[in-house]
Nanobody, 126 residues
Framework: QLQLVESGGGLVQPGGSLRLSCAAS????????IGWFRQAPGKEREGVSC????????NYADSVKGRFTISRDNAKNTVYLQMNSLKPEDTAVYYC???????????????????WGQGTQVTVSS
C-alpha cells in the first residue's frame, strides 16, 4: 500500500529552522513528483513547494521563496523541506503529496496529487 509519512514538525521560535521529511513506503519515489502543502486553521490549503521526480526542477510559493528549500534523496526514498527564517504566519499543518508527472518538470503549485500523507504540525511562536 502506498504511504507517505511526514515528520520533523514541531514548535520553533520566529527566525528558527525546521526540516520536514516525507518518507514513502510501499513504492519508490523515483518516478513521482512531490509537493508540499500547508493548511492553517480557517484557511484554504496552500501549495508551498514542489519538485520534479529527477529533482532538477522546483517551484516555490512567493511567501516562502528564499526561505524554504525542497530537495529529495531517492536513495532514501525521502523528500525534504528545509524551512529557515520561520515566521508566525508559517504556522500550519504541512502535508506532502506524490503523483506521476513529466520527469524533468515540477508540477504547478496547485496540482492535484493522487497520494497524500497525514500531515505534521509546524508552530512558529515565541
Amino acid at each position: 500500500q502506498l504511504q507517505l509519512v511526514e515528520s520533523g514538525g514541531g514548535l520553533v521560535q520566529p527566525g528558527g529552522s525546521l526540516r520536514l521529511s516525507c518518507a514513502a513506503s510501499g513504492f519508490t519515489l523515483d518516478y513521482y513528483a512531490i509537493g508540499w502543502f500547508r493548511q492553517a486553521p480557517g484557511k484554504e490549503r496552500e501549495g508551498v513547494s514542489c519538485i520534479s521526480s529527477t529533482g532538477g526542477s522546483t517551484n516555490y510559493a512567493d511567501s516562502v521563496k528564499g526561505r524554504f528549500t525542497i530537495s529529495r534523496d531517492n536513495a532514501k526514498n525521502t523528500v525534504y523541506l528545509q524551512m529557515n527564517s520561520l515566521k508566525p504566519e508559517d504556522t500550519a499543518v504541512y502535508y506532502c503529496a506524490a503523483d506521476g508527472f513529466a520527469p524533468h518538470i515540477a508540477p504547478p503549485l496547485g496540482y492535484e496529487y493522487a497520494y497524500w500523507g497525514q500531515g505534521t504540525q509546524v508552530t512558529v511562536s515565541s
